[in-house]
T-cell receptor, first 116, second 110 residues
Framework: ETGVTQTPRHLVMGMTNKKSLKCEQH?????MYWYKQSAKKPLELMFV???????ENNSVPSRFSPECPNSSHLFLHLHTLQPEDSALYLC???????????????FGPGTRLTVT | SQQGEEDPQALSIQEGENATMNCSYK?????LQWYRQNSGRGLVHLIL?????REKHSGRLRVTLDTSKKSSSLLITASRAADTASYFC??????????FGTGTRLLVSP
């Protein structure tokens, strides 16, 4: 898993905790993504960063706060989560060639989050 | 609204058989992509077909795209137990946004 790495792989947190998920890509890409995958639901796009600017924010609750300090790193800061936020959180990266086309994305292994 | 919907939701076959999965979508796309996910892991990109292409091959994979019907199919030939996974179609509608379907769970038995 040298392409896109995510830490931690598993996280259990209480509703009053604050935690952060980390993603790092080693592919030289300039776009990064956070997705949420819940059982029986399609993969939900949460945030998109291209060239370190947030270009997509799909009505995600403010208890999720993304941060992209550079093109290789992406964080998802979590606070006062709800049990329904338990899911697999996937990070991905791709190359944005500024053509308007959507290129293939490379995914990390995910963080399995459980909110108690 | 949900863009891609795969059919069937689950498919169980024997090794050596072919597996066909279908995807339907609703809006205009610039490309359609297929991904595989092993249980609880990240997704792996399999193949991308552009809106002006009708068929594409990669190893044992064959993808077709019919933009008039807004549908695509993924054929895996001579399946192996290692092909057991969930398969997702994802539509590219521009500017790095992919919209995923609910997936097809494929079980290949030895």
């Amino acid at each position: 898993e040298t392409g896109v790495t995510q830490t931690p792989r598993h996280l259990v947190m209480g509703m009053t905790n604050k935690k952060s998920l980390k993603c790092e890509q080693h592919l030289g890409h300039n776009a990064m993504y956070w997705y949420k995958q819940s059982a029986k639901k399609p993969l939900e796009l949460m945030f998109v960063y291209s060239l370190e600017e947030r270009v997509e924010n799909n009505s995600v609750p403010s208890r999720f706060s993304p941060e992209c300090p550079n093109s290789s790193h992406l964080f998802l800061h979590l606070h006062t989560l709800q049990p329904e936020d338990s899911a697999l959180y996937l990070c991905a990266s791709s190359q944005d060639r500024r053509t308007g086309e959507t290129y293939e994305q490379y995914f990390g292994p995910g963080t399995r989050l459980t909110v108690t | 609204s949900q863009q891609g919907e795969e059919d069937p939701q689950a498919l169980s076959i024997q090794e050596g058989e072919n597996a066909t999965m279908n995807c339907s979508y609703k809006t205009s796309i610039n490309n359609l992509q297929w991904y595989r996910q092993n249980s609880g892991r990240g997704l792996v990109h399999l193949i991308l077909i552009r809106s002006n292409e009708r068929e594409k091959h990669s190893g044992r994979l064959r993808v077709t795209l019919d933009t008039s019907k807004k549908s695509s199919s993924l054929l895996i030939t001579a399946s192996r137990a290692a092909d057991t996974a969930s398969y997702f179609c994802a539509t590219g509608t521009g500017f790095q946004k992919l919209v995923f379907g609910t997936g097809t769970r494929l079980l290949v038995s030895p």
